[in-house]
């Protein structure tokens, strides 16, 4: 057996300690090194499922940043001004960066000129439409009108499958419920009647109400809807809330959905998509919410690294029906964001700006 001299052996001791302890302080220096940061997500309220899930998918990144996130917002998507307060409050608190869904993109010119006055950077996330007025460092969304138009696209399939016709020779009545007045429903019912348009002209709306973007507000105007015109074929939902709501006052008054009447909506939240797989809702535009949410906080990230970003970063969105669920669940139809065009709220295809 081979002996170690213990004189040699109290020095390899002696060495071992030395490198532990050296990498014990390395370790530490490296973790009180590690910047940390607080960052806000201001939504237009939590009422909607989507806005939940895109928070879900925020702190899930901030989480592996080691960041803090303070997230507020108004009880209902109605208190344009207590969503503005709120941004005023959280940078005058001396958050890092700041992220906003607004409700009205004109009133939150106040708050993102407090934020510009602070030195706060402001991104907008679930919209590409720019403000009239203040620096945006980003927008972070999906194209709301063409994501509105290709989901048309697929009720005109739908309607000329079940009448056995041509797509463009489909029939059909639809009745539109919108969000609160402003970009986000201008956009959406804008880009829906295009693609009703432009692949079953045919297939009329013949009325459109506000429900607020909720689903019991959805339910009765639907219901209303239902007496008015009681050969409706299609209820549009600018979110998924307003469709469900549609749906269920559909199944009140007699209708088998996916049968003798249809209902879709936008967002693609975790509840629709059950109800997608149940066979009680018919579709939806999925716009990936959770990860909407993880690339707000990497592109934050970028901005703290100081790495160029582009003004608009154009999120995917995909029409979500039983044949391809599995797929949108499991991310394979996601793609990576890539640099996009601003949205204008003009009524006209993305991209047309006169």
């Known amino acids: 057996m081979f002996l170690i001299n213990p004189s040699i052996r109290r020095s390899i001791a002696l060495s071992m300690l030395s490198i532990t302890v050296i990498v014990l302080v390395a370790i530490r220096v490296i973790r009180t090194q590690r910047v940390e940061h607080t960052v806000a997500v201001v939504p237009p309220a939590l009422v909607s499922p989507f806005h939940v899930t895109l928070l879900e998918g925020v702190q899930t990144q901030a989480d592996e940043y080691d960041w803090n996130v303070i997230t507020q917002s108004p009880e209902r998507e109605t208190d344009i001004e207590g969503q503005v307060a709120i941004v005023e409050q959280l940078v005058q608190q001396g958050v890092d960066a700041i992220s906003i869904n607004p409700i009205n993109a004109n009133a939150m010119i106040a708050g993102v000129t407090t934020a510009n006055q602070m030195g706060v950077p402001v991104f907008m996330h679930n919209l590409i439409t720019p403000i009239a007025e203040g620096q945006i460092v980003e927008y972070i969304g999906y194209d709301q009108w063409s994501g509105a138009a290709n989901l048309a696209a697929y009720v005109c399939e739908v309607l ?168 949108y669940i499991s991310g394979d139809t996601w793609v990576n964001p890539v640099e996009g065009s601003p949205e204008y709220d003009n009524n006209q295809p993305t991209g047309f700006n006169p």
């Open 160 to 327: 000329a499958h079940k009448q056995g016709v041509a797509v463009s020779d489909a029939k059909g009545k639809v009745f539109i419920l919108t969000g609160i007045p402003g970009f986000h429903t201008n956009r959406r019912t804008g880009g829906f009647k295009y693609g009703l348009a432009q692949n079953c002209p045919e297939v009329k709306v013949v009325g459109e109400q506000t429900a607020e973007w909720e689903r019991e507000k959805a339910l009765q105007v639907a219901t209303t809807a239902l007496q008015q015109h009681p050969d409706i074929d299609v209820f549009f939902g600018n979110s998924d809330e307003m469709a469900i709501g549609a749906a269920l006052a559909s199944q009140q008054n007699g209708r088998v959905v996916n049968e003798d009447i249809f209902s879709v909506g936008i967002d693609g939240n975790d509840v629709t998509l059950n109800l997608i797989r149940e066979g009680t809702l018919t579709a939806t535009l999925g716009v990936y919410p959770n990860r909407m949410g993880r690339v707000v906080v990497e592109q934050i990230n970028k901005l703290f690294h100081d790495e160029q970003l582009p003004y608009i970063l154009l999120t995917p969105s995909t029409v979500v029906t039983r044949e391809n669920l599995d797929a």
